[in-house]
């Protein structure tokens, strides 16, 4: 099993920063990819930011140049930098990882887990 937890959710006023946490934890072979998600009231889930293991990232055109996706592959634990919030960034934001299950270091069968999510909110 593999366990994802995020932080750093909040309340922040329009134009501000906040930067998001997801640290995994397990027996874990290999992360190849983590993603961040993000699902408003009443509108489906949307991917926000995806990076690779080996660090080739992708962006939701609404927040290119303005988040930034980043990893530490050494602490199994993912980023998002967002700056110029908007308060239609407004959702629960969710981590996600792809990879390997891998006790003692021998590749096992893959997994794909989610953690539970966190808040953020933009407004005045």
């Known amino acids: 099993q593999v366990q994802l937890v995020e932080s750093g959710g909040g309340l922040v006023q329009p134009g501000g920063s906040l930067r998001l946490s997801c640290a995994a934890s397990?027996?874990?072979?290999?992360?190849?990819?983590m993603g961040w998600y993000r699902q408003a009231p009443g509108k489906q889930r949307e991917l926000v930011a995806r990076?690779?293991?080996?660090?080739?990232?992708n962006y939701a055109d609404s927040v290119r140049g303005r988040f930034t996706i980043s990893r530490d592959n050494a602490k199994n634990t993912g980023y998002l930098q967002m700056n110029s919030l908007k308060p239609e960034d407004t959702a629960v934001y969710s981590c996600?990882?792809?990879?390997?299950?891998?006790?003692?270091?021998?590749?096992?069968?893959?997994?794909?887990?989610w953690g539970r999510g966190t808040q953020v909110t933009v407004s005045s």
């Open positions: 397990g027996s874990i072979f290999s992360i190849n990819a």
């Open positions: 990076i690779t293991s080996g660090g080739s990232t």
């Open positions: 996600n990882a792809v990879g390997f299950i891998g006790p003692m270091g021998v590749m096992g069968p893959p997994f794909n887990s």
